[in-house]
């Protein structure tokens, strides 16, 4: 838990149905697809868009004799997520069969992790405003292997299977029902992603299938969830529906929107919701039914008879958590403190781990304000508008933190600095070789800018009398001087000789 966090949690979405208020309740099993190179069983490749059943070992084509090997590595990753969510490690855990028959699954079960799962209960601390936050507790983590993937559009009579994805390792995250409402969930979703990503667990890629939830949604009366949270007693909730399979944070928040008004209907027409698997379609913008909801006998859950129960040792955790990075919450908190940056500006920087290096590059040695600000408006407000990412800049970390320096030493204005950013943007270079080399360096001879200054005075008597009438008319001398120099004149300077010459 953070020390320094010190917030107030949201209030909770509140839905005006035809006969009263309701509140929604909502919980989240997030799949993170593990960083790693081989499965969670076989030595066969997790690359994605490779020939279609190309990456599939015999073991994950459940082929007759084919027994499981565990991916150590999987394991370390998935203590390392659980530790960067401040989560009890399991020293022993275990795999069982969950049964199930589907195409894309040869074997006819998952090996997944119900009963004795590798981490237990930790949380999030979710964002939502300065100051504003939501804690959402996790209730297990569990290491599980992916299913593959059927496709139904290739052909108007088959369907095809591609086996690639069959043994790639899980971590599902299961949350409590701590959320309470969809831009919370959304959030929360984002946060767990920025977190692995800084981890390197995950690499949090939504359109490639890599990080995908299931979204728990139901409603209650107001007043309903706290008596839950007295008594831990679900009859207090209503009944939740699961919607399947969602990797788009603006669809969860859609999907949850939907979700709850098609509940509130139901109870308020004086129906009951029938608890069940849903999915979301996107082009109407709706759920419909997919399946009864399963409960875990459903499946015929029993302990993996091919695999021992796994034992991890205290050294080895406390071995990868001295390995840990630092995490988001407590890179954002050291940006406010110690570089005096606002909380949205450490935020933006923070976002994402590529950004906040990048940062920390340009701003080593040097005013992290002005970083902050280049980075910011400069570097990402060109990016946005170009549709790159920091990795793919035109300008490096040490380029901008050329400007900022030749900034800080006098040698160029703001002005400048910023026509030798656009030098860099599209020509690349040494920022202080350009400037030398064309010329760009500003004025500060103080007898150069003074003559300049009297120059633009005696030509202009008018505008000198209606300066001195009205001081906020000196700014125009300002300018006129900035422009008979090419702007290279230093306009502390300048401001300071024209106030002076014109007795301000």
């Known amino acids: 838990m953070l020390d320094h966090l010190s917030f107030t949690a949201p209030q909770p979405k509140t839905i005006?149905?035809?006969?009263g208020d309701w509140e929604l309740v909502i919980g989240l099993e997030v799949h993170a697809q593990v960083a790693s190179n081989a499965k969670l069983f076989s030595g066969a490749s997790t690359g994605f868009g490779a020939e279609p059943n190309s990456h599939v070992a015999f073991v994950d084509a459940a082929m007759p004799g084919m027994l499981p090997v565990i991916n150590e590595f999987c394991v370390a990753q998935a203590v390392r997520t659980g530790l960067g969510?401040?989560?009890?490690?399991?020293?022993?855990?275990?795999?069982?069969?969950?049964?199930?028959?589907?195409?894309?699954?040869?074997?006819?079960?998952?090996?997944?992790?119900?009963?004795?799962?590798?981490?237990?209960e930790g949380e999030v601390i979710v964002d939502m405003a300065p100051g504003v936050a939501r804690r959402v507790r996790i209730e297990r983590i569990h290491l599980e292997q992916d299913a593959g993937k059927s496709i139904h559009d290739m052909d108007?009579?088959?369907?095809?299977?591609?086996?690639?994805?069959?043994?790639?390792?899980?971590?599902?995250?299961?949350?409590?029902?701590?959320?309470?409402?969809p831009e919370e969930a959304a959030a929360y979703v984002a946060k767990l992603r920025q977190i692995m990503r800084y981890l390197g667990t995950c690499d949090g890629n939504m359109q490639n299938g890599n990080l995908r939830a299931d979204v728990n949604v139901s409603v209650c009366p107001p007043g309903a969830y706290e008596r839950y949270q007295e008594t831990q007693d679900f009859s207090h909730l209503g009944t939740r529906c699961e919607i399947k399979n969602m990797n788009s944070l603006r669809f969860i928040q859609a999907a949850i929107e939907y979700e709850a008004r098609r509940q509130i209907a139901i109870i308020e027409d004086g129906g009951t919701v029938v608890q069940e698997t849903r999915l979301?379609?996107?082009?109407?913008?709706?759920?419909?039914?997919?399946?009864?909801?399963?409960?875990?006998?459903?499946?015929?859950?029993?302990?993996?008879?091919?695999?021992?129960?796994?034992?991890?040792?205290?050294?080895?955790?406390?071995?990868?958590?001295?390995?840990?990075?630092?995490?988001?919450?407590?890179?954002?908190?050291?940006?406010?403190?110690?570089?005096?940056?606002?909380?949205?500006?450490?935020?933006v920087l923070t976002a994402e781990v590529e950004n906040a290096d990048f940062f920390e590059a340009v701003a080593k040695g040097r005013d992290g304000k002005q970083a902050a600000n280049w980075v910011i408006n400069e570097l990402f407000g060109r990016l946005n508008k170009e549709g790159?990412?920091?990795?793919?800049?035109?300008v490096s970390a040490g380029q901008l933190g050329g400007v900022i320096d030749l900034i800080a030493t006098g040698d160029i204005?703001?002005?400048?600095?910023?026509?030798?950013?656009?030098?860099?943007?599209?020509?690349?270079?040494?920022?202080?070789?350009?400037?030398?080399?064309r010329g760009m360096k500003q004025v500060t001879d103080l007898g150069a800018i003074e003559a300049a200054v009297d120059a633009i005075i005696a030509a202009n008597p008018a505008q000198v009398e209606k300066a001195r009438a009205n001081p906020k008319l000196a700014g125009w001398f300002v300018g006129q001087?900035?422009?008979?120099?090419?702007?290279?004149?230093?306009?502390?300077?300048v401001n300071d000789l024209v106030a002076k010459k014109l007795g301000l």
């Open 16 to 19: 005006a149905g035809a006969k």
């Open 85 to 120: 969510l401040k989560a009890a490690i399991n020293l022993r855990s275990a795999f069982d069969r969950k049964n199930y028959f589907y195409p894309d699954l040869p074997q006819g079960y998952q090996i997944s992790q119900l009963y004795h799962p590798i981490v237990g």
């Open 156 to 181: 108007p009579t088959m369907s095809f299977v591609d086996l690639n994805r069959t043994g790639v390792a899980l971590m599902e995250i299961v949350s409590r029902p701590d959320i309470r409402g």
């Open 280 to 347: 979301y379609d996107p082009d109407k913008g709706e759920t419909r039914s997919m399946r009864s909801k399963e409960e875990a006998h459903d499946y015929r859950y029993f302990p993996d008879p091919d695999l021992l129960p796994l034992d991890i040792e205290q050294a080895w955790v406390d071995d990868i958590a001295r390995s840990m990075p630092e995490l988001p919450d407590e890179k954002k908190a050291r940006f406010v403190q110690d570089m005096g940056l606002s909380e949205y500006d450490a935020g």
């Open 388 to 394: 790159l990412t920091v990795e793919t800049s035109p």
């Open 413 to 437: 204005s703001g002005k400048i600095a910023k026509d030798l950013f656009e030098i860099l943007w599209t020509e690349g270079g040494d920022p202080a070789q350009i400037v030398e080399s």
């Open 481 to 493: 001087v900035l422009k008979a120099t090419g702007g290279k004149a230093n306009p502390a300077a």
